[in-house]
């Protein structure tokens, strides 16, 4: 019987929904973790330091690279994103799931450090509503993310699952049945 945790990535372009879904299920799942990732860009309106991401400088983010703190990181439109290790395998350690919210080349380099890790794309229905969403929550360098999509929406054939996220409620339900899915053929049921 596994009776560790299970790591669930979800990765796809900006604006697919990923965090809001991520969000939306870690408010009912008590028994799962979200993963702080670090980034040195910078805080945009809303976001809570240690609850979205840990903001650091760059200085700061190139010792923690140096010291061997990350399990991955990457540079996304300029600014360094990465992902605690020990934290990580802490908690799965001690039976808990653990959800990371990354980009699809983080994703993909995870998969390759964790290959037990679960992956998850969120795919928007489309790129007009993809544009739509990015210019709604005042995303900046909108053409540098869209360049991005085409990659990032071939590579979604490398991943566990798909979910195409044209109604939010769809699309949480599919992901629950999905960390359900998961739980099960490890023999836990954390619902």
Do not use: C
């Not at 372009?13 to 860009?41: C, H, M, Q, W």
């Not at 799931?97 to 995870?110: H, I, M, R, S, Y």
């Amino acid at each position: 019987m596994w009776s560790k945790g299970s790591i669930f990535i979800l990765s796809g372009p900006s604006g697919a929904g990923k965090t809001t879904i991520l969000n939306l299920f870690l408010r009912e799942d008590r028994n799962s973790r979200f993963s702080v990732s670090y980034t040195t860009r910078k805080k945009r309106p809303g976001e809570v330091e240690g609850i979205d991401y840990h903001f650091v400088s760059r200085e700061k983010f190139e010792d923690l690279v140096a010291k061997g703190f990350f399990l991955e990181w990457e540079e996304v439109h300029g600014e360094f994103y990465g992902t605690p290790r020990d934290e990580i395998f802490e908690y799965v350690e001690k039976g808990i799931d653990v959800f990371l919210d990354v980009d699809v080349k983080g994703a993909l380099k995870l998969k390759g450090i964790v290959p037990w890790a679960v992956l998850i794309f969120i795919e928007p229905p489309s790129r007009e509503e993809l544009l739509k969403r990015l210019k709604a929550r005042g995303e900046e360098e909108i053409e540098k993310r869209l360049e991005r999509i085409n990659s990032e929406l071939e590579a979604k054939t490398l991943f566990d699952y798909v979910i195409r996220n044209e109604s939010l409620d769809e699309a949480l339900q599919r992901f629950k049945k999905i960390v359900e899915e998961v739980r099960r053929s490890h023999g836990k049921d954390n619902s």
